[in-house]
């Protein structure tokens, strides 16, 4: 079936340091793909979306490029703040039915003052 | 801004009983979702509902789950006898029609001891 494989965790960086958190997917059909994030005591929002190849998603300073040649959906962002302190997933949804979410096992990620 | 709410926040139960998550999702969407992350691991998708029926399910939502909407606002998950290994975070999504975003709330960490 469709799964995500995201980057272990947690990560640490100081702030403005550049990120990346890499993910990979393997799936059936050309799924969407997602990046969700979840602040502390929080739900997951979502942070970028693309739907096709070479679509670049962003938002709040983060991108992710669907490449389909590398079946990979990482998140990038150049220059992290503190407040990006956060748990990160890649997921992905199936084209099919009511289009469940397929997640990756997330990605802590602590910034340093 | 509309948000998905779920309670309690935390449940602990014994082994055994049978215990119902609650969730209000957004007014207007029409698919209703429970994913379940256990601690260390995945998101994991359990069930998809739809028009007052399960649309998709998956091979952990076993004859031990139920989802029921039983009033216009509520979507509620039941397990019947809780076991252990059904600790977990419990997160419950919507979204206004197939292939739309999937709000989230904060999840409801269940505890079975």
């Known amino acids: 079936g469709d799964s995500v494989t995201q980057m272990e965790g947690p990560v640490t960086l100081s702030e403005e340091a550049f990120l990346t958190i890499n993910c990979t997917y393997t799936?059936?059909?050309?799924?969407?793909l997602f990046w969700y994030v979840q602040y502390p005591g929080e739900g997951l929002q979502l942070l970028l979306k693309a739907t096709k190849a070479d679509d670049k998603g962003s938002n709040k300073g983060f991108e992710a490029t669907y490449r389909k040649e590398t079946t990979s959906f990482h998140l990038e962002k150049g220059s992290v703040q503190v407040s990006d302190s956060a748990v990160y997933f890649c997921?992905?949804?199936?084209?099919?039915?009511?289009?469940?979410?397929?997640f990756g096992q997330g990605t802590r990620l602590t910034i340093n003052p | 801004e509309p948000e998905v709410t779920q309670t309690p926040s935390h449940q602990v139960t014994q082994m055994g009983q049978e215990v119902i998550l609650r969730c209000v999702p957004i007014?207007?969407?029409?698919?209703f979702y429970w994913y379940r992350q256990i601690l260390g691991q995945k998101v994991e998708f359990l069930v998809s509902f739809y028009n007052n029926e399960i649309s998709e399910k998956s091979e952990i939502f076993d004859d031990q789950f139920s989802v029921e909407r039983p009033d216009g606002s509520n979507f509620t998950l039941k397990i019947r006898s809780t076991k252990l290994e059904d600790s977990a975070m419990y997160f419950c999504?919507?979204?206004?029609?197939?292939?739309?975003?999937?709000?989230f709330g904060p999840g409801t960490r269940l505890t079975v001891l």
């Open positions: 007014s207007n969407h029409l698919y």
């Open positions: 999504a919507s979204s206004v029609g197939q292939g739309y975003q999937q709000f």
């Open positions: 799936a059936t059909g050309y799924p969407s």
């Open positions: 997921a992905l949804s199936d084209i099919q039915g009511a289009q469940k979410l397929v």
